[in-house]
């Protein structure tokens, strides 16, 4: 049973997520503000969190800029706001989703299943045995762990997805269009730009195999092949 972390101020709001997660199949625990959900990251572990934004205490945006210095865990970030500058916000963070206030909690129910079906925890089911090589990059997609000459790059969990789709499609052209609707999904609210940040960071997290990541002008990335050891 996945493990649900609902952080929002509003109780009404906690009350209606907990039931329609529980109704869902998912076990669902409670924070009204994003210091508590910081901590409850830290002690326990969740498979998903939904993050409201505008929170006493510590807004969602530091609470999840907290959770990423030591989790991958997905996080839907919640807000009655819907400027694209939150949006980017959130999804330069590390958020993986955005929804906006008023949300149908079905709708929303069925976004973590989403990122759960993607992130591999639902029904703990992941690749088998994926592993890639090349010179002293190693990426184990099936433990979702990368390491560069031997060490462990620590990565957000939109770098791991865009890194691992890049690589099961190696040496094809890949449009932006096609890795945002591959890598976020079709109903991705952002734009390029969010696409354009989280390429930059992982190339930064490739240090020097950075360059397997080609830029095709007009069209958008491809990653090189290369030669598998």
């Not at 996080?75 to 590390?94: N, V, W």
């Not at 909690?105 to 089911?125: E, F, W």
């Not at 991705?188 to 354009?196: A, E, Q």
Request: charged share 30%.
């Amino acid at each position: 049973m996945a493990r649900i972390l609902i952080v929002d101020d509003e109780p009404q709001i906690r009350d209606i997520v907990c039931k329609y997660a529980a109704f869902s199949g998912y076990r669902a625990e409670e924070a009204e503000n994003g210091m508590i959900a910081v901590e409850k990251c830290r002690r326990e572990r969740f498979d998903a969190v939904i993050m409201d934004i505008m929170m006493p205490e510590l807004d969602g945006f530091s609470a999840v800029r907290e959770i990423r210095k030591f989790s991958s865990v997905p996080i839907i970030m919640l807000s009655a706001r819907s400027e694209d500058y939150d949006k980017i916000s959130g999804f330069e963070l590390g958020a993986d989703d955005y929804v906006e206030k008023p949300f149908s909690p079905k709708i929303l129910m069925l976004r973590v299943a989403a990122i759960l079906k993607r992130s591999g925890a639902s029904d703990g089911i992941g690749d088998s045995a994926e592993i890639y090589r090349i010179d002293g990059l190693c990426v184990d997609i099936s433990a979702r762990i990368v390491t560069v000459d031997g060490v462990r790059a620590e990565m957000s969990p939109k770098e791991y997805d865009l890194l691992f789709f890049m690589i099961r499609n190696r040496g094809l052209a890949l449009s932006r269009e096609k890795l945002i609707t591959s890598v976020w999904g079709y109903d991705y609210y952002g734009d390029d730009r969010t696409l354009d940040t989280h390429i930059k960071l992982l190339r930064r997290s490739l240090g020097r195999y950075s360059d397997l990541i080609v830029t095709l002008r007009g069209v958008g990335y491809r990653f090189e092949a290369g030669k598998q050891s």
